[in-house]
């Protein structure tokens, strides 16, 4: 129960997030944006490093433990929160949303490219209900109202 909650409490986090930030790029760049968000997550993981033990002694750490950290700190993190922020600067809250949908599909592509991993039916089965999924509420919210619009229907024959 406790985890169904976390994960909740992240969706609402990263939705005002990513509403709380379109309005913000009307006044800042994605750079800045993102310099303050990556800061101010340092700054709230800092605790953490209070707690004994909790973190290993740097000089453990091995090189594919540095290039991970690195590919975090660069990849997932200062890269992916900048092209985030940039296409929502241009676009709809809601369009840029819908590309959360393609991240277990790409993440799959990229393990094949970089670790040869293989996929069986399930992937398939998977990676078709995102696609399916995402095309199916596309298409949809093209012939619905938006919301403050009034709703269409068709007129009765009399």
Known sequence: MRGDFLILVA??????YTIGSKELLSRYD????????????TIM???AALIPN??????????PVWGGILYLAVGTSL??????LYALRRLEASKVAITT???PVLTSVLS??????????????GAALILFGVSWVETRRNGAARIGEPAKFPRAAV
Not at 79 to 84: E, F, T
Not at 112 to 125: D, K, N
Request: charged letters at 5%; proline letters at 9%.
């Open 54 to 63: 909790a973190i290993p002694p740097l000089r453990s750490l091995t090189l």
């Open 79 to 84: 890269i992916a929160y900048s092209l985030w």
């Open 30 to 41: 994605p750079m800045t944006l993102t310099t303050w968000a990556l800061v101010s997550g």
């Open 101 to 103: 949908n393609a991240q």
């Open 112 to 125: 094949w490219i970089v670790f040869g991993e293989r996929f069986g039916p399930a992937f398939f089965l």
């Open 45 to 47: 993981c800092l605790p």
């Open 11 to 16: 969706v609402f986090s990263w939705a005002a």
